[in-house]
């Protein structure tokens, strides 16, 4: 029963503000998100990785090593991606983000904050600080078919990583006026994001159902059988094993449908928005069942 009440206590946050977006995206369609995006990005985040990775017991080989892991993840779901786009003869560069990239920032944080506290929120925005680097990278390179290192250098949360890397490194404790800053803005961010969220999901609609479909069960489905096929091979557990397998498990990412509006067609951009619109309402259901094997057996 105290298994029961502690998965409702960690979903139900983040459902209901997801809910509460959705509802005022119908309410009001014409609804702009550009603020909170751009508030996300550049300050949201930014407090969030530096607020997380100051005041946490998180080490710089933590940080390393869920690097490799989340980069390693990436690469597995490529190949997975690409296979699966050749059996349905798709384009297999600019349909791959939304395969490859889950949403570990406005859904996977949360969560992960709610089922382990602090560090677990510091080791989910390490797996989301390296998902972002490829977003602003390969993201790019896949809709646009050009490689450009501007906008990784133009992404706040990088120099944010930076600079908290630096201060784990030398152990520079951060000042408490900081902290509380970061503290307020990162976690008003998290609020906002999962609005957000609730937002773009009313906007967007399905269509092409069985392909996009294909796409979504490969995200929400394959996503835990890989994350927890990294628990047993890594030998993870605890902490590390829940946040793996949580975040292993999101749908794909917004802004993978954001990025395919600026750099690739219509058409394209609208079969990425299908498929980040189902695959997250199939893990409204799937991550029941994630999270309650993250609290049973990884705490």
């Known amino acids: 029963m105290d298994l029961l009440i502690k998965l409702f206590d960690v979903l139900f946050p983040v459902f209901l503000t997801i809910g509460i977006g959705y509802w005022y995206g119908k309410k009001d369609p014409k609804f702009d998100t550009k603020?909170?995006?751009t508030f996300a990005g550049n300050f949201g985040l930014p407090s969030i990785i530096f607020y997380s990775f100051t005041t946490t017991n998180i080490s710089i080989d933590l940080f390393l090593r869920f690097s490799y892991y989340i980069t390693?993840?990436?690469?597995?779901?490529?190949?997975?991606?690409?296979?699966?786009?050749?059996?349905l003869n798709k384009d297999i560069y600019r349909l791959l983000p939304p395969l490859i990239l889950p949403n570990t920032g406005n859904m996977g944080m949360p969560l992960c904050l709610f089922a382990y506290g602090k560090m677990g929120l510091a080791i989910a925005t390490a797996a989301t600080a390296m998902?972002?680097?490829?977003?602003?990278?390969?993201?790019?390179?896949?809709?646009?078919?050009?490689?450009?290192?501007?906008?990784?250098?133009?992404?706040?949360?990088?120099?944010?990583?930076?600079?908290?890397?630096?201060?784990?490194?030398?152990?520079?404790?951060?000042?408490?006026?900081?902290?509380?800053?970061?503290?307020?803005?990162?976690y008003?961010?998290?609020?906002l994001v999962l609005m957000s969220?609730?937002?773009?999901?009313?906007?967007?609609?399905?269509?092409?159902?069985?392909e996009t479909l294909i796409y979504s069960l490969t995200r929400v489905l394959i996503g835990p059988i890989v994350g927890f096929g990294f628990v047993e091979f890594f030998n993870l557990s605890g902490v590390e094993a829940g946040v793996m397998f949580i975040q292993a498990s999101m749908p794909s990412a917004v802004l993978t449908f954001l990025i395919g509006q600026i750099y690739?067609?219509?058409?394209?951009?609208?079969?990425?928005?299908?498929?980040?619109?189902?695959?997250?309402?199939?893990?409204?259901?799937?991550?029941?069942?994630v999270v309650f094997i993250s609290l049973k057996y990884f705490y």
């Open 197 to 210: 969220l609730g937002i773009a999901l009313s906007k967007l609609k399905v269509f092409y159902f069985r």
């Open 35 to 37: 603020f909170i995006t």
């Open 72 to 87: 390693l993840y990436v690469l597995i779901f490529a190949v997975i991606g690409i296979v699966i786009l050749k059996i």
């Open 188 to 191: 008003s961010a998290i609020f």
């Open 264 to 289: 690739s067609s219509k058409k394209i951009s609208d079969s990425i928005a299908r498929t980040v619109a189902l695959s997250t309402f199939l893990s409204f259901f799937t991550l029941i069942v």
């Open 131 to 186: 998902i972002l680097i490829f977003h602003f990278s390969i993201g790019i390179l896949l809709a646009s078919k050009k490689f450009s290192l501007k906008p990784l250098l133009k992404c706040t949360p990088v120099y944010a990583l930076l600079i908290s890397l630096i201060f784990l490194y030398y152990d520079i404790p951060s000042p408490k006026f900081l902290e509380n800053a970061t503290f307020l803005i990162g």
